[in-house]
């Protein structure tokens, strides 16, 4: 590559990741917080993806971070395990799975999850984001605080209900937040080229610091509260980020290694995380203008070493994520650096904007997350997979209903083992049919017989009557189970006494009929 090519490449690797960049922002600030964690440790995840990972990974356009889709596993994994730090250990040892599942080369074992059940998972989550950050969205304050909170609250410009206080400020935030992300994606706007330059998420955000100062300035109590904004801790130097990183207080917390539950958090990390990582690829596969491929097995040992430092470091759990990358796609990124370079400015960003970042109320970032989980649980994809019929939608809901009882390890289990009972009912259902024309009969094979067409066959052979002639045609099942071709190998033998001619066609003789026809074209064609 000549050094002018290489200018221009960087140039738009550049650019693409500033793009991705403004993007990944708020929504590591908002995963973070809907996680119910310091929005450092969104940040964290972040620079971890954009730095680690970039680097490790196959993909060229792929970019990777705190992903929407394992909040409901973070709040879920922090509450069983008690502490944060606890989850921590939990993250780490599922970067450690991930990379194995990379080492023994299960990428491929992806693509046999069943798309449905992939669909459920994803709309439970959406639904899980919408009803956890409506309470943000809203600026909820507790009904249970303390007087003088609530006198606070009344002061703020809000609203008592018997849920608590509802903030006035941010519930006019979160609507017009939602107004832009929705607006954002119309034509109408799109014909723009403000709204086609600025990502959704970064106009929504500088929505949100304007809508601080400007209430700060002209009506201080309505302006949102300390409590009602992100709060980032102030860095000034890499000395304040390791007291930031808390090291120190990760340590004890491998003494958990024989806990049950952090390993059951951390497989199912792993595992929800290496199927939307994988989903991920294939998606960014799709919009790339060259459609180049990522090796999936290498791209899972990447983000199992990301995992590794962000569990150890104290960051939320990474996937590649399909909202940053398609971001990076559409902005022209040339090679992996887009996404280093996205890390690069996550990390300045820890230094040098973290005033501006305290200005970002909390309900900009829940009409971002709420609107990512409409996206996921839209009524659009119920109705779509409805029309498919029962065979795809029965392990759908399964899987939705089964992550929102339970979890989303045991949803997904539920919803596969529906899906294989499905294909097992469709395999398994009329494999044979009998049909009559005067004394002659037709016993077909549909498919694959196993041990349980034993009864239909032994039904259809007890209605052959003496002096008939039964063909049966077994040319179209490659496998036939033992008692099935037992029963059949007994009826031959007895034909005779009933005078009863039976032919048994299987699939050699088929194929060997087909091939001395295939012989014969050839020769008269010669």
């Not at 990760?250 to 952090?262: C, E, R, S, T």
């Not at 409409?374 to 759908?396: D, E, H, N, R, Y």
């Amino acid at each position: 590559m000549n050094l002018r090519a290489f200018f221009s490449t960087f140039q738009r690797d550049l650019l693409a990741g500033t793009v991705v960049f403004l993007v990944a922002l708020p929504l590591c600030l908002g995963i973070a917080n809907a996680s119910g964690v310091e929005p450092f440790a969104g940040l964290v995840s972040g620079i971890v993806g954009g730095l680690v990972v970039a680097v490790l990974s196959g993909s060229r356009l792929s970019v990777s971070g705190p992903a929407a889709g394992l909040v409901v596993i973070v709040v879920d994994g922090i509450a069983q395990l008690g502490s944060f730090s606890a989850f921590l250990l939990a993250v780490l040892l599922s970067g450690a799975i991930q990379f194995g599942f990379g080492m023994l080369k299960a990428g491929r074992f992806a693509a046999y999850v069943p798309s449905p059940v992939i669909k459920g998972m994803l709309a439970a989550i959406g639904v899980l984001l919408i009803v956890k950050q409506f309470p943000l969205a809203l600026g909820l304050s507790g009904a249970n605080a303390s007087a003088g909170s609530q006198a606070a609250a009344h002061m703020a410009g809000s609203v008592s209900t018997p849920f608590g206080s509802i903030s006035l400020a941010a519930c006019v935030i979160t609507l017009l937040s939602l107004a832009i992300l929705v607006g954002w994606e119309t034509r109408a706007l799109r014909r723009f080229a403000l709204v086609r330059l600025v990502p959704a998420p970064l106009a929504v955000v500088l929505l949100g610091i304007g809508a601080t100062l400007l209430l700060g300035l002209l009506a201080p109590s309505l302006a949102p509260p300390a409590e009602h904004r992100v709060a980032l801790p102030s860095l000034e130097s890499f000395a304040a980020l390791q007291v930031a990183l808390q090291w120190a207080d990760f340590g004890p917390h491998f003494a958990q290694l024989v806990n049950p539950d952090v390993w059951r958090v951390a497989i199912t990390l792993a595992i929800v995380a290496s199927l939307e990582t994988l989903l991920s690829l294939e998606a960014v596969e799709q919009i790339d203008p060259a459609r180049r491929a990522a090796p999936p097995d290498r791209e899972l040992k990447a983000q199992g070493v990301g995992n590794l430092i962000a569990g150890a470091i104290g960051g939320l759990p990474i996937t590649s994520v399909i909202v940053r990358s398609s971001a990076n796609v559409h902005a022209g990124a040339q090679s992996r650096l887009s996404a280093i370079i996205h890390g690069v400015l996550l990390l300045l960003s820890v230094f040098a904007l973290t005033s501006v970042i305290n200005l970002i109320p909390l309900a900009c970032l829940a009409a971002i997350l709420i609107f990512t989980g409409v996206k996921l649980a839209k009524p659009s994809l119920f109705v779509a997979i409805a029309k498919q019929g029962f065979a795809p939608f029965a392990p759908f809901i399964v899987t939705l209903v089964g992550v929102l009882a339970t979890d989303l390890l045991i949803g997904i289990v539920l919803g596969i083992l529906c899906s294989v009972l499905l294909a097992l009912y469709a395999n398994l259902r009329s494999p044979i049919v009998l049909a009559q024309h005067g004394d002659h009969y037709l016993l077909s094979f549909r498919k694959d017989v196993s041990f349980l067409g034993k009864v239909p066959l032994k039904h259809y052979l007890q209605q052959i009557p003496d002096g008939a002639t039964l063909i049966v045609d077994a040319t179209r099942a490659d496998f036939v189970d033992h008692d099935v071709r037992e029963l059949l190998d007994t009826f031959v033998a007895d034909a005779p006494r009933r005078e009863i001619a039976v032919e048994v066609r299987h699939q050699v003789q088929a194929q060997a009929r087909a091939a001395r026809g295939w012989s014969m074209r050839r020769a008269a064609a010669e």
